[in-house]
């Protein structure tokens, strides 16, 4: 998701209650780093996304943002690692004295139960007394497409597959149970859609949300091939199959052009087959009942 780092502001905002405009720099840093070890050795410690946000007033505000799809107790340690060394790293020694800047860090947790913290925290006790702050925690599965959308949290858009991964068992035997999920991603495409033609976002950002969208999907629905088909291929209707063409930015009818239409028809003989409604194909290709019905 690097090629969408301006996406992940209003994440940023959400974490840790920041009102970042968007108009920001922001930069990519290191995101690995190499811990001494006490027999010389080195351990390299890598974090998911490790950039710099500067504001309209010079300030650089430095963050890691871990992805995490389990709480596995190790967490903390890793990013206390990272964050010290990266913090080591770029230290400034003057007039007998070091100088620290340590990283905001927050926490996606792509499954979480009621056990899962709404906060992290770490805690350093030095001989000048206790410093400590607030690792934020990210539920993926406390945000719903509203929230998505209203907030332009688009960032999270690929990882929403995870918020219905305890009921694949169930979409893949029974068709009216996942004829909802395919209604879900209909509605997912027709909304990044209109959140391009829109201008929130750019084509390069909706290409990159899809290719991750499916990747991740593929992954954790690997054994489930009616769930994975289905949400794939109405990810791969008109809305979102689409490469970045200056139609876009000239209000042209998405799609009429150049066999997209073609393209479009044969996506929904294949939702056809899988025994998708007409209603649902019709949003996610944005195929008209007419154009439909020359299958």
Do not use: W
Not at 16 to 32: A, D, H, S, V
Not at 49 to 75: H, L, P, V, W
């Amino acid at each position: 998701m690097n090629d969408c780092l301006p996406l992940v502001i209003p994440v940023i905002n959400e974490a840790f209650g920041k009102n970042y405009t968007g108009r920001e720099r922001i930069f990519l840093n290191p995101n690995e780093h190499y811990i001494n070890q006490q027999d010389g050795g080195e351990q390299k410690r890598i974090t998911d996304s490790a950039f710099t946000i500067i504001t309209d007033d010079g300030r650089r505000d430095k963050y890691i943002f871990e992805c995490q799809s389990t709480a596995d107790g190790t967490i903390l340690v890793r990013i206390f690692e990272y964050i010290m060394q990266e913090a080591l790293d770029s230290g400034e020694v003057s007039n007998n004295q070091l100088t620290v800047t340590v990283s905001n860090a927050t926490v996606l947790f792509l499954r979480s139960n009621d056990n899962t913290p709404d906060v992290m925290k770490i805690v350093i006790n030095t001989p000048g007394g206790t410093v400590d702050f607030d690792v934020p925690v990210i539920k993926m599965n406390s945000y719903t497409l509203d929230d998505i959308f209203g907030k332009g949290l688009y960032f999270l858009l690929p990882f929403y597959i995870f918020n219905f991964e305890k009921k694949f068992a169930i979409y893949e035997k029974d068709k009216a149970e996942r004829e909802k999920l395919m209604e879900e991603y209909a509605e997912f495409s027709e909304r990044l859609y209109n959140a391009l033609m829109d201008r929130k976002i750019f084509e390069h950002h909706r290409s990159t949300i899809l290719g991750m969208s499916k990747s991740v999907l593929r992954k954790i629905a690997a054994k489930f091939k009616k769930v994975k088909t289905g949400v794939d291929e109405i990810m791969g209707g008109r809305i979102l199959d689409y490469p970045g063409r200056k139609e876009y930015y000239e209000g042209i009818e998405y799609g009429k052009r150049e066999g997209m239409l073609e393209k479009c028809l044969e996506i929904a003989h294949e939702l056809r087959g899988l025994g998708v409604s007409d209603t649902i194909i019709c949003k996610a290709t944005r195929l008209s009942q007419e154009e439909l019905n020359m299958l």
